[in-house]
């Protein structure tokens, strides 16, 4: 079964390759043999020039000799799909790989991560099946978002096996390579798309606009057409004025005395809101909000009031990975929590142990607190706005892939396990096409009273480099005098250093002097336009979802600051 379901996979992600890059990019005249192999040639050459993976690129497209788009996608199509049968079909790696348990569990990771890639693909063929070449800039960043959501699909995968061994590790990534280039290939078409459409002289198709910097407001005007009637419903509401749904209390005065009992209600990827209130009390439970359940909203009574536990981690429970220690998991889009409070009570000898993991886009997080030690808060992927939020941990206690921003969140540095040192970040971006990062905004990085005594042995970090192009900007952000004035370590030898991109911008406080951080080619200075393109409005494209929560935020740089 899991053969058949990674060749699924991969043919999922070329036929969506191959969609989202040439549906509108071609058009078709009678033209000689010559004419037609030229003119093909010319268009493969343009597609795959912005590309990592040229040799993928071309043998997925150059086949066809013709510059007809059902050609091009048959062609590659085949090409793609025999060339991972062969790997799969007549490979026993996958099998040998799940005769051991810690693999096993690794496999199970994979199996729900690259269900959600498939998904992603999907939505992007859909997207652009529907709308017109010429109107790609207005749906772009919807794509580049859909797409990194893949990319880091895959990723995980192969980290979770990482996490048994580095040989199943290297294993798993020979299998996912060709899907891993092809999709890496997808990013950079997209971010290349203004000079490929200048260069094949594409019809109606103006400049477009790749960075989102001139994102303005919207009106019921102007919303993209791929917003859809409930959500434009949703954006045009007045600030949240939710009725519950279904109310859960621990006391028998609700309808049920448990969150997954209420979840069983939430109907499958419904367009409207689904309000679970969460009166005050602690409940151990362990949540799964799947990607079926959409629109999923859960409202708590105060953070330190209705409080989610559990105390699963990788070194207590053997063989689960990292992804699975969650207390709470989201996989439905456009989830919202308000005056929560999640945990996960491990402890420092836990290890690896997720207070919440968000996977969804268009997540919304505000007013709740995360509790935990190693990995607290796992924004793993897609879109993701925490506003006024407490998070404490030690090691890594927020990472992850996602577009995330932080905005007037306290981040609080704990006392870790003997020997450790405490980062406040560790960012997995490991594509240069893809569109994720973490950003603080306005946040207030600290340390907690525990963590004082101990701050000059248990050193502390803004954060480290996960991954080779690791993202993360702190900006009108307090930085108090727990951080070291190096401001980042490395994660594993020089993973990140010299390719990673980490920058400070309008920071304050005593551990905001950057004049001694890491002499990194990794570390960035920006100024005001630069910091631009890292607010709500630019990165997260958040005047098309988040208005619609009620939410305070700022669009833009935070005033008063």
């Known amino acids: 079964?899991?053969?058949?379901?990674?060749?699924?996979i991969c043919a999922v992600f070329l036929v969506a390759l191959v969609v989202a890059v040439v549906v509108g990019v071609t058009h078709i005249k009678t033209k000689s043999d010559g004419e037609e192999i030229s003119s093909s040639n010319k268009a493969v050459q343009a597609l795959c020039q912005p590309t990592n993976y040229k040799e993928t690129c071309q043998k997925s497209l150059a086949s066809s000799n013709s510059s007809d788009v059902k050609e091009l996608i048959r062609t590659g199509f085949q090409a793609g799909l025999v060339e991972i049968k062969n790997v799969l079909a007549h490979s026993v790696t996958v099998q040998e790989l799940i005769k051991d348990e810690n693999n096993k569990a690794a496999l199970g990771v994979c199996q729900e991560v690259l269900d959600l890639a498939i998904d992603d693909f999907q939505k992007s063929f859909d997207m652009l099946g529907e709308y017109e070449m010429s109107k790609i800039g207005k749906y772009l960043l919807e794509l580049k978002t859909w797409l990194s959501g893949a990319f880091t699909s895959q990723q995980t995968c192969i980290d979770s096996f990482?996490?048994?061994?580095?040989?199943?590790?290297?294993?798993m990534q020979s299998i996912l390579k060709?899907?891993?280039?092809?999709?890496?290939?997808?990013?950079?078409?997209?971010?290349?798309?203004?000079?490929?459409?200048?260069?094949?002289?594409?019809?109606?198709?103006?400049?477009?606009?790749?960075?989102?910097?001139?994102?303005?407001?919207?009106?019921?005007?102007?919303?993209?057409?791929?917003?859809?009637?409930?959500?434009?419903?949703?954006?045009?509401?007045?600030?949240?004025?939710?009725?519950?749904?279904?109310?859960?209390?621990?006391?028998g005065s609700g309808k049920y005395d448990t969150i997954n009992k209420a979840l069983a209600e939430v109907p499958v990827k419904s367009p409207d809101r689904f309000v679970i209130h969460i009166k005050a009390g602690t409940y151990k439970e362990k949540i799964n909000v799947t990607k079926q359940m959409t629109n999923v909203v859960f409202i708590g009574d105060g953070p330190t009031k209705t409080i989610i536990t559990n105390d699963i981690s990788v070194a207590k429970n053997p063989p689960?990975?990292?992804?699975?220690?969650?207390?709470v998991g989201v996989g439905g889009a456009g989830f919202m929590a308000k005056d929560i409070g999640f945990d996960n009570s491990a402890g420092p000898e836990g290890h690896q142990a997720v207070a919440f993991r968000a996977t969804a886009d268009r997540v919304?997080?505000?007013n709740c607190h995360f509790t935990g030690y190693q990995d607290t808060l796992y924004a793993h992927r897609e879109r993701q706005l925490y506003g006024n939020c407490l998070i404490t941990g030690t090691v890594d206690f927020i990472f992850g892939d996602a577009a995330s921003i932080f905005q007037n969140c306290m981040l609080v540095v704990r006392k870790p396990g003997p020997g450790q040192n405490c980062m406040v970040t560790a960012q997995g971006r490991n594509d240069l096409g893809?569109?994720?990062?973490?950003?603080?905004?306005?946040?207030?990085?600290?340390?907690?009273?525990?963590y004082i005594p101990v701050k000059d042995t248990n050193?502390?970090?803004?954060?480290?480099?996960?991954?080779?192009?690791?993202r993360s900007i702190i900006m009108q952000s307090r930085i108090d005098d727990i951080i070291q004035p190096e401001g980042y370590a490395p994660m594993t030898g020089t993973i990140g250093i010299d390719t990673s991109f980490i920058a400070e911008f309008g920071n304050r406080g005593p551990g905001a002097d950057t004049s001694h951080r890491v002499a990194w080619k990794g570390i960035k200075k920006i100024d005001i336009n630069e910091a631009n393109k890292w607010t709500p409005r630019v990165f997260l494209e958040s005047e098309t979802w988040i208005p619609s929560s009620g939410v305070p935020y700022s669009p833009d740089m935070v005033p008063g600051v």
């Open 320 to 327: 689960v990975r990292t992804y699975r220690t969650a207390t």
């Open 162 to 171: 990482a996490e048994s061994s580095n040989e199943s590790s290297q294993k």
């Open 1 to 8: 079964m899991a053969n058949n379901a990674i060749i699924g």
């Open 364 to 366: 919304i997080m505000f």
């Open 434 to 450: 893809t569109n994720s990062a973490i950003v603080l905004q306005n946040c207030t990085i600290s340390g907690a009273p525990d």
């Open 178 to 251: 060709t899907s891993m280039e092809i999709t890496s290939n997808a990013l950079a078409m997209l971010n290349g798309l203004s000079t490929i459409v200048k260069e094949l002289n594409i019809p109606n198709v103006g400049n477009i606009d790749t960075t989102g910097v001139n994102r303005k407001l919207l009106s019921a005007e102007d919303m993209p057409e791929w917003i859809s009637q409930a959500d434009r419903k949703l954006l045009q509401a007045k600030p949240m004025d939710l009725k519950p749904n279904v109310v859960v209390a621990k006391d």
């Open 459 to 470: 050193k502390a970090y803004l954060g480290r480099p996960w991954k080779q192009f690791a």
